[in-house]
């Protein structure tokens, strides 16, 4: 079933404790199609300048992405981000962000892609997220991610964005920031008071929690002592999960609940290496494999 995506493409440069990597391949919508391609045909829209390496384009479309909604701005530069994590390799601060071809980014679908059905709006401005649901009449599961900056700076349209979507996806800092409230089975239950049908609060190596008006529960990070950078974890949990429900045609509570777990097993393999790079050296059977051992992790 037709899954689209619509984010920021991008080059990172990443700080850990021990090592640094300059600009390689970043960016929402990077990490979220390649984790969701594992399980179904992907469709990318988003924005790059022409110093974009065309590697990186071909890349994508090795996985099956389609990338005719990347639209490329002659003269433009691409979206630069630069980040760094301190030593418990969980948190982390923005050293550069230059917007460039991203700050003007206003998303037109190709004919082809408008009548996708599952649809994730990955971080990014409401008024953009928005903007997409307009061209996309034929969508059955419309999820979102948010943060900090578009929480503290346009709440109301954030507001009325949560109005339209089925489901939210945002970090256990974000919930606190949008509720006020610091225990997180209650911040939960308000962010579903605002729209969605199910919240999910990502929350780092600790898993995940999802929140609809029938269940609550938690899923554990699957345990790996390999964080090299945790860059793009979560839009690699979302990837999976997204990609996964694509694939089954239904969001289910069941089928939701094992998305979940696709989406935190394609995350533990994400961060195990800079950038893609882990996720390029495994296939979906590498993932099958974790998922029975997360299953027998889980099982007592
Ligand atoms: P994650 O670690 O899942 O939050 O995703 C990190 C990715 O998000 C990086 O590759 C960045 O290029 C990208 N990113 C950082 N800041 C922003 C922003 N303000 N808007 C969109 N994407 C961003």
Redesign the pocket.
């Known amino acids: 079933m037709s899954l689209l995506v619509v984010?920021?493409v991008?080059i990172?440069s990443i700080q850990t404790p021990t090592e640094t990597r300059e600009n390689v391949l970043?960016?929402?919508a990077t990490?979220f199609s390649y984790a969701a391609s594992f399980f179904a045909p992907v469709k990318l829209v988003g924005v790059v300048g022409e110093d974009f390496p065309a590697e990186h384009v071909e890349l994508l479309r090795r996985r099956g992405i389609d990338t005719a909604g990347l639209h490329v701005v002659r003269g433009g530069k691409t979206?630069f981000?630069k980040g760094k994590y301190l030593p418990n390799m969980n948190d982390r601060e923005?050293l550069e962000?230059h917007l460039n071809v991203f700050g003007d980014f206003r998303p037109a679908l190709p004919d082809s892609f408008r009548q996708s059905e599952f649809i994730f709006l990955a971080?990014?401005s409401p008024v953009t997220q928005m903007s997409v649901l307009a061209q996309t009449p034929g969508a059955r599961l419309v999820v979102a991610d948010t943060?900090d900056?578009w929480i503290r700076e346009q709440h109301d349209e954030l507001m009325a964005l949560f109005k339209r979507i089925d489901g939210l996806v945002m970090n256990d800092s974000e919930a606190k920031l949008l509720t006020g409230d610091e225990n997180l089975v209650s911040a939960g239950h308000k962010v579903l008071a605002l729209g969605p049908r199910f919240v999910v609060i990502k929350k780092g190596e600790h898993g995940a929690m999802f929140f609809s008006q029938h269940e609550t529960y938690v899923l554990p990070a699957f345990p790996t002592a390999q964080v090299i950078d945790?860059?793009?974890?979560?839009?690699s949990f979302a990837g999976g999960m997204m990609g996964y429900l694509a694939a089954q045609r239904n969001f289910e509570p069941k089928t939701l609940k094992e998305a979940m777990a696709y989406g935190i097993l394609v995350a533990s393999f994400a961060v195990e290496d800079f950038s893609l790079e882990r996720l390029k050296r495994i296939d979906r059977s590498d993932l099958d494999l974790r998922m029975e051992q997360y299953r027998k992790m889980l099982s007592f």
């Open positions: 984010g920021s991008a990172d970043g960016g929402s990490y979206f981000w923005t962000v971080n990014g943060m900056l945790p860059t793009g974890a979560g839009d």
